[in-house]
Every structure is written in structure tokens, then in C-alpha cells.
Nanobody, 127 residues
Framework: QVQLAESGGGSVQAGGSLRLSCLISGNALSRNCMGWFRQAPGKEHEGVAAIYRGGGITYYAEHVKGRFTISEDKSKNTVYLEMNRLEPEDTAIYYC????????????????????RGQGTQVTVSS
């Protein structure tokens, strides 16, 4: 059984940085899609970034391009989300999620396709 566990959230001031980690346990295979999503209060899950674990191709939501970086360290079974120049609008619970059967493609930001999900980590950015 695959399990995902996020860590690294916290409270920062606008302009600050955080690095989120998603530890993967179990047989997660390799040629599939890992995404980072976030959910702000009263809003739907929003795709932030994704990485194709078979070749490292990355995908980003327009409003985080140039600020966020997704990466994977296969030796540590961990996917990271480096977040820089954080804004109050980035405040949300952040989740990592895995679609174990497919690559990312055009639907990388659809929460419903990701069958394995972590419990989330809170990120709060104050102005």
C-alpha cells in the first residue's frame, strides 16, 4: 500500500520561503505523476505543480511559475516543493498526491485523478 506524508509547512512572512517534502512509502512504481495541490478555506483543491517521475518533466500553475520548484530525490523516496517569494494568497493546506497509473499530461492539475493523497501540511503567509 502506498502512503504519502507531507512535512515542512509553517508560518512565514510575505517574501519568505518554505520547502515542503512528500515522503513516499510502499511500492509507488516509477513512471507516473506526483502532484502538489493546495486548498484554501472555502475553495476547491488547486493544482500547484506536478512532476512526471519517469523523466522529470515538470508542470506549474501559472501563478507559481518562477516562484515554486518541484523536484524528486529518488534515493530518498521524496518529492519536494520549494516555494520562494511567498505571498499571502499562497496560504492553504498543501497536499502531495500520486497518480500511480499514469503520466502527468494535460490533466496534471485535476485532483480527482490522483488516487493516493497525503494528509496535508499547513502553509500560512502573513503580510
Amino acid at each position: 500500500q502506498v502512503q504519502l506524508a507531507e512535512s515542512g509547512g509553517g508560518s512565514v512572512q510575505a517574501g519568505g520561503s518554505l520547502r515542503l517534502s512528500c515522503l513516499i512509502s510502499g511500492n509507488a512504481l516509477s513512471r507516473n505523476c506526483m502532484g502538489w495541490f493546495r486548498q484554501a478555506p472555502g475553495k476547491e483543491h488547486e493544482g500547484v505543480a506536478a512532476i512526471y517521475r519517469g523523466g522529470g518533466i515538470t508542470y506549474y500553475a501559472e501563478h507559481v511559475k518562477g516562484r515554486f520548484t518541484i523536484s524528486e530525490d529518488k534515493s530518498k523516496n521524496t518529492v519536494y516543493l520549494e516555494m520562494n517569494r511567498l505571498e499571502p494568497e499562497d496560504t492553504a493546506i498543501y497536499y502531495c498526491a500520486l497518480d500511480i497509473f499514469s503520466g502527468c499530461g494535460d490533466t496534471w492539475s485535476r485532483w480527482g485523478r490522483f488516487g493516493f493523497r497525503g494528509q496535508g501540511t499547513q502553509v500560512t503567509v502573513s503580510s
